[in-house]
């Protein structure tokens, strides 16, 4: 019942593999209609048989089909009938029906059958040639079709690959850029900050040789009251420039701490107190500080200072009121990229207000010294680059979170204390010993104004005095015949630091006392490499000056 145009039908459908073969359901009551009908179209598809409505039903549940053949008439559930279920139902509405008929080629039952649902119509006895055809056509139409949705698969697919490729690309070029830019802002912050430092190191050696100048004046001269209120104004004015220059020194990171546990409890009492007469009646201040806190290990002054800019800043946020809500949590750290903090475990003081909040362009600028967000004249652009700053050079952070319109939050994060601090005898009062025997002392420093200052309060104090403008020269004045009983010079200087030249100077003279007059503490350069050398912070009054000098002593006699 084949031939070659046949043949050439079956080959352009017939797939690779029996299993992904296209099925075409054969219905019809007749048996021997049934195995011509497979005969004829087994070489193109997968024929399988049902011998009523029924069963060709069960069939439809299990599977797809290409085409359904269907005869007219059959007893029980007719053609008809079945056509119309097939139709009825979502999964098989949209399979071909083309019925068998062995009569009724009248309009009117042609009619019927496609409003069944029928798409054509072969009539019995079947033409192998025109079946096989008309079969095919379907047969091929099905088979495209799953390769089209086979190939829509895979490119999907492909597609769904290619676009998690390319989040996943795009989500590390982001880190990328969090961490590229946390490296550049880590740069300009510690470049604004080597610059800040050497500022403020020039203006305290103007603000030693004014304040000294202004002691000795004050020592020397006979003033009468209203001379004494100017000169009074005057070292005050001074003595602010040495505050804003704190300021500028606790941004770079080269201020003297003096770290020691801090109970916050005890933070807060003294930290409500000093603000109690200046947030106004419109602002009030709550703290939340739960049991268990643990210790900070911090400046507690350094630290009084920075909770007071940042609760007086949460003020001024407030023009209508409101409340300032300072929190204390225990929080410990696992380290990683998104952190800037070493592992370990830290205390978290957190201040709140609900005011206008900094545009979110704007909070890595305020951080930096003399940007504000306040109106001129009403704010100095130092607060919070001084909290950063001491965050920073406590082993800690300084976060800020804000929103415009609805408030900020300022976190300073701190390191616990390792443990309980012992309590400090008395000896600890000969600090503040002041020598009152006559020492030879020779004060070296590259600057002139603060050289001459300073040996002139010296000089006032009872000493003898000689000066060097820089280390060779007072090298040489050592290893001449005259004595040295104290050596005090700047650390900053050309061709020589004060350590170098003490080092070398205790070659010449073993054992020689000695201090180090320093305009910003470069801790890591000063700390521990000098045993028994004073630390002498620019500017400083005569009475500084002497509570130094007697403080080296005290240490020079127990060590004998």
Excluded at 183 to 192: G, H, R
């Amino acid at each position: 019942m084949t031939g070659p145009k046949s043949k050439a039908v079956a080959d352009r459908v017939m797939p690779n593999r029996s299993e992904d073969r296209p099925r075409v359901l054969v219905v019809d009551d007749d048996e021997r209609n049934l195995m011509a009908i497979s005969t004829v179209l087994e070489d193109i598809s997968e024929v399988v048989t049902a011998k009523s409505g029924d069963e060709a039903l069960r069939h439809l549940l299990k599977g797809e089909f290409a085409v359904i053949l269907l005869d007219v008439y059959m007893p029980g559930m007719d053609g008809y009938e079945t056509a119309q279920i097939i139709r009825n139902r979502e999964q098989t509405k949209r399979i071909p029906i083309v019925f068998l008929s062995a009569v009724n080629k009248e309009t009117e039952h042609l009619m019927r059958g496609y409003a069944m649902g029928a798409v054509d119509y072969v009539f019995k006895p079947v033409d192998p040639l025109v079946l096989r055809s008309k079969v095919a056509v379907f047969v091929d139409l099905f088979a495209k079709t799953k390769e089209i949705e086979r190939t829509a698969r895979k490119e999907q697919a492909l597609l769904d690959a290619n676009l998690r490729a390319n989040s996943d690309r795009l989500r590390v070029e982001r880190e990328l850029r969090r961490a590229e830019s946390q490296l550049f802002q880590a740069q300009k912050m510690d470049a604004i900050g080597k610059l800040t430092g050497g500022v403020a190191h020039d203006f305290n050696n103007l603000l030693a040789a004014v304040i000294g100048g202004l002691s000795l004046i004050e020592r020397r001269a006979s003033l009468d009251t209203k001379q004494q209120k100017i000169l009074s104004m005057t070292r005050h004015a001074a003595e602010q420039g040495t505050e804003l220059v704190g300021r500028l020194l606790a941004f770079a990171r080269r201020q003297q701490l003096q770290p020691a546990n801090v109970d916050i409890r005890a933070m807060e009492s003294s930290v409500t107190g000093l603000l109690a007469h200046t947030l106004g009646g419109l602002v009030q201040l709550e703290w939340h500080v739960p049991q268990g806190i643990w210790p900070a290990f911090a400046d507690p002054a350094q630290l009084e200072l920075a909770l007071m800019n940042l609760i007086i800043n949460a003020r001024d946020a407030m023009a209508e009121g409101g409340t300032v809500v300072v929190t204390a949590e225990n929080r410990p750290v696992q380290g990683g990229r998104e952190s800037e903090l070493r592992p370990g475990h830290y205390v978290v003081l957190t201040v709140s207000d609900t005011g206008c909040g900094i545009p979110e362009e704007m909070i890595e600028e305020v951080l930096q010294p003399f940007v504000t967000t306040k109106e001129i004249g009403k704010g100095t652009g130092l607060g919070l680059s001084m909290v950063y700053g001491f965050a920073q050079q406590s082993n800690g952070a300084f976060r800020l979170k804000s929103e415009v319109g609805k408030g900020t939050q300022a976190e300073i994060w701190l390191p616990r204390a390792a443990q309980p601090e012992k309590e400090e005898g008395e000896a600890a009062s000969s600090a503040a010993i002041v020598e009152s025997r006559r020492l030879n002392i020779l004060v070296v420093d590259d600057h002139h104004e603060v050289r001459t200052t300073t040996a002139g309060m010296l000089e006032e104090l009872g000493h003898v005095v000689r000066q060097a403008p820089e280390g060779q020269e007072a090298l040489a004045q050592l290893d001449g015949n005259g004595s040295c009983d104290l050596l005090i010079t700047d650390y900053a200087m050309p061709n020589m630091s004060g350590t170098e030249l003490v080092r070398e100077a205790r070659k010449l003279k073993p054992g020689l006392r000695s201090m180090i007059m320093t305009g910003y503490a470069d801790n890591d350069a000063l700390a521990g490499n000098i045993d028994g050398i004073a630390i002498l912070s620019k500017p400083f009054s005569i009475e500084k000056l002497a509570q130094a000098i007697g403080s080296v002593v005290a240490d020079s006699a127990k060590a004998s």
